[in-house]
């Protein structure tokens, strides 16, 4: 994914929210399950996080003859 693409597709999320009603936003189907608003949230602070991790990654090559761990090993090979 291009960077052009990954802004785009933040720019689709909030201007979803624009969709919704506050309560709309804050409505939960279930005592036990997430509102819209709580999702997108979500997606917006895991994105962050992520970004912030990827800028750390791409600016050191420190750590570039480790192995990666099982985990990771299956992300990658599952294209995740």
Known sequence: M??????RTI??????LDD????????????HSWS???LMNHLI???AFYLS??????????NEHEKKLPSAENIFSNNQ
């Open 53 to 62: 991790n990827i800028k750390i990654c791409i600016s050191s090559n420190d």
């Open 20 to 31: 919704y009603t506050v309560e709309q936003l804050l409505f939960k189907p279930s005592p």
């Open 36 to 38: 819209y608003g709580q």
């Open 11 to 16: 720019d689709v999320w909030i201007a979803s």
């Open 2 to 7: 291009q960077v052009s693409d990954f802004n």
């Open 45 to 47: 602070e895991s994105t």
